[in-house]
């Protein structure tokens, strides 16, 4: 018997033109799509099939909609460059006494345009967070949550996580002291220790509700998540977990196999 055709659903329809438009650059990025009038008397479909059809392309990412503004193709957010020469670059910096962090090498922003949102506590290690510092569930950490913004826009969020033993009545400890020139890496060798090693696992996944909140993040936009482990030779001296949105990131990576 031969196969019946199907003709693909009316929303699709609609949802694949309006995709091309977006993708092609027809509807650039901040522009107001049609209305849903407009789209109706367009495509001869209901209003039912053309919020259909934007539902589809907002899980997709392509654009969002606001009360009161109607429905506009995503804008590009500035993509920030991840590379393993980052940590190395930071270094360098520190010991020459340049000012600087990796997120503002990497997003090429000044100081004025970077801000730090910022949080501190003492917590108790959990399971996970001491198999990763090697150490006895329940050893006591130093907790900094930040959230770090490009001329007020959110770009990433972190939990990063010290030895309290470590950093202790330190000015590490100070949140007073953040943002720090020189991140992380500085910090740790304000304190004695240079690292000699960094590990990252990296993965992908759906936002939860405070990443979206937090970081403004469309529907249909996944994150990037790094695991990272700082080393002083065998000892893992500092444990983050640091959320990008995707659409935020690029992940450069060299490997020299000479």
Do not use: C
């Amino acid at each position: 018997m031969p196969t019946p055709h199907t003709e693909p659903a009316r929303y699709r329809v609609v949802a694949d033109e309006l995709r091309r438009r977006i993708l092609s650059g027809v509807i650039p990025p901040g522009l107001l799509l049609p209305s849903e009038s407009t789209l109706m008397a367009e495509f001869s479909v209901a209003r039912g099939t053309v919020r259909e059809a934007l539902a589809l392309l907002r899980a997709e990412g392509l654009v969002v909609t606001e009360m009161g503004r109607g429905t506009y193709a995503r804008p590009v957010m500035p993509v920030r460059r991840l590379g393993s020469d980052r940590y190395r670059k930071e270094l360098d910096q520190v010991r020459s006494g340049e000012l600087g962090t990796s997120f503002t090498a990497d997003q090429q922003i000044g100081w004025a345009a970077y801000a730090l949102d910022k949080k501190f506590r003492e917590v108790p290690a959990t399971q996970a967070v001491a198999e990763l510092f090697e150490v006895e569930p329940g050893t006591m950490l130093l907790e900094r949550r930040f959230v770090f913004r490009n001329s007020g826009v959110p770009q990433q969020m972190s939990t990063s996580y010290l030895l309290l033993e470590t950093v202790a009545g330190t000015p590490v400890a100070d949140p007073a002291n953040e943002p720090w020139p020189g991140g992380n890496t500085s910090q740790l060798y304000s304190l004695g220790y240079t690292i000699t090693s960094i590990r990252e696992q990296v993965r992908a996944r759906m936002p939860v509700a405070d990443e979206v909140d937090t970081l403004k993040i469309p529907g249909g936009v996944p994150v990037v998540v790094i695991t990272r482990q700082t080393y002083v030779n065998s000892q893992v001296m500092e444990v983050a977990e640091i959320t990008i949105p995707a659409d935020r990131v690029s992940l450069d990576y060299q490997i020299d196999l000479t």
